[in-house]
């Protein structure tokens, strides 16, 4: 079966995972290259056109990539962070790099304290324009959401430097690639492991096993308790599926694509791509045969011969030839500019409705959690209040020291460096305390279930910046990390 790497992940696994894992002004430069503030007057001018955010961050980066002054290049972009402007990418990259500055200088409280309001910098009001138009026409049954941003991410200079191996990990289609990939993750690791274990006593070495053992047991159990037989979404299958009648190479060529399900029943899905020039390709892949254009279905209360072309269009129905899910065929519809939903047929109809009628259907509870994620990721992921509930229902009698959650939201913005916050909203600030602190402890303990296939070590990098803290009200607990690109190469190709 095709998968979409990492994000093809249920949100299941993201909740686990959260879980267990859940700032002077300038002045000028001597000989001795020493910093000296003016507190009340920018004295190096703007360029023309140039906002004074703009300003800002240009100085703080030459400060520090180019002249390499720390001290600098924090003077600046405290200022800019500071200013709280509407431009999210510089107050974005602002944020991490500081908190890097902040890091090489054993300033740790203020870099945890700005990470831990990355989620209300610059964010004067809510919108959940994050997602494409087309998600609003969804059904509401759907209890959770995630998003790629792939212009976005291949935009970061952090994605830039990644090698051709990881980016093929993350969105490649070819199944034959995926698996060679995986073997050779492995082996990366099993050598690791090996050299762990070599370097050990032997009583450290009988002990290490051991506990890799009982991980391992661990994780089993919890994967049969699951069961295997888990149904995949529309979308598992369905991307590499667009990807193929638009004659596209692979996901990478999406300019974004979503997908969103019920958190129990998995046949309750779509997706949705952006593709640049559209229109043409479906023109050429119906041509081709790959897209078969069908009838309209006939829409209660909606006469479609009176409709205008332009509105016809947006009810327009295709079938990707040759691929069928659970049984029946694979639709897609588009119902924005250069936008494309996949659907089972069973659910095509029902959204063609929605389009007709222009009813907005999109679950509130979702929507409310999206209206919270910052506009600048490259990725994001929301899980419903009813969605948590049901997950937090399984955890037996731990269920009653937890808080009741009021959703899930996962956000990854990468530029320079990557970084994962992560929210979960609840009223119940004791318990959210308790969470945390039980949090808290098993990240010191290190008991990781994800570690069941490695050595001790295998998430040491992505551990290391990682801040799980309670909203300063009390009504959230909060993750968050920075990731350098060496964390980043670690997670995908071990």
């Known amino acids: 079966m095709r998968r979409v790497g990492v994000i093809a992940l249920g949100p299941l696994a993201k909740l686990a995972a959260t879980l267990v894992a859940t700032l002077a002004l300038p002045g000028c430069w001597n000989r001795e290259a020493v910093w000296e503030a003016q507190d009340a007057h920018r004295a190096s001018v703007a360029r023309e ?8 961050y240009r100085h703080g980066r030459d400060c520090m990539d180019t002249l390499e002054r720390d001290d600098c290049a924090i003077d600046y972009f405290e200022q800019l962070v500071a200013l709280e402007p509407d431009r999210r990418d510089l107050l974005g990259d602002a944020t991490f790099r500081l908190v890097e500055l902040y890091r090489r200088h054993e300033r740790e409280e203020q870099a945890t304290l700005l990470l831990r309001k990355f989620w209300e910098l610059g964010m004067d009001r809510g919108s959940a324009g994050v997602v494409p138009y087309g998600t609003r026409f969804a059904p509401p049954t759907l209890t959770s959401m995630f998003m790629v941003d792939v212009d976005r991410l291949e935009a970061s200079s952090l994605h830039a430097e990644l090698p051709a191996d990881a980016k ?4 490649t289609c070819d199944e ?36 890799a053992a009982k991980r391992k047991a661990r994780y089993e159990k919890q994967r049969e308790a699951r069961g295997d037989d888990e149904r ?7 991307f590499c599926q667009v990807a193929a009648a638009l004659a596209l190479t692979d996901t990478r060529d999406f300019q974004l694509f979503l997908g969103a399900s019920h958190h129990e029943d998995a046949r309750q899905s779509m997706g949705l791509v952006r593709v640049e020039g559209l229109e043409d390709k479906l023109g050429a ?47 897609v519809m588009s119902f924005d500019r250069d936008e494309l939903i996949v659907a089972p047929q069973a659910l095509a109809t029902e959204l063609l409705v929605a389009r007709a009628h222009d009813d907005d259907r999109l679950d509130p509870q979702l ?21 948590m509930q049901d997950f937090m229902g399984r955890a037996g009698a731990m269920a009653k020291l937890l808080p009741d959650p ?5 956000a990854a913005v990468v530029y320079d460096y990557a970084g994962l916050f992560v929210r ?49 009200d009390g009504k959230a607990l909060l993750m968050s990390n920075i990731l350098t690109r060496a964390a980043v190469l670690r997670m995908f190709m071990g």
Do not use: C, H
Request: glycine letters at 6%; a negative charge.
């Open 49 to 56: 056109g140039e906002s004074e955010a703009e300003r800002l």
């Open 168 to 171: 093929d990990m993350m969105f």
């Open 367 to 387: 929507r409310k959690l999206l209206e919270q994620v910052p506009a600048d990721v490259a990725f994001m992921s929301v899980i419903t209040p009813d969605a």
């Open 232 to 238: 995949s979404s529309i979308y598992s299958e369905g």
């Open 406 to 410: 009021e959703g899930l939201m996962i």
């Open 176 to 211: 034959a690639r995926r698996e060679q990939l995986r073997e050779e993750v492995a082996a990366r690791r099993a050598q690791r492991r090996e050299q762990e274990l070599a370097a050990m006593t032997p009583e450290a070495r009988e002990a290490s096993e051991r506990d």
């Open 285 to 331: 892949a119906v041509t081709d045969g790959r897209l078969i254009l069908e009838p309209t279905p006939e829409i209660p209360e909606r006469n479609l011969d009176a409709m205008p072309q332009r509105m016809r269009d947006k009810l327009r129905l295709w079938t990707i030839a040759g691929v069928e899910y659970e049984g029946a065929k694979v639709q």
């Open 424 to 472: 979960v909203p609840t009223e119940d600030s004791v318990k959210g305390w308790l969470v945390l602190s039980i949090a808290r402890r098993m990240l010191e303990e290190g008991d990781d279930e994800a570690s069941a296939d490695g050595g001790e070590g295998e998430d040491d990098e992505f551990m290391a910046n990682l801040d799980i803290s309670q909203a300063p």
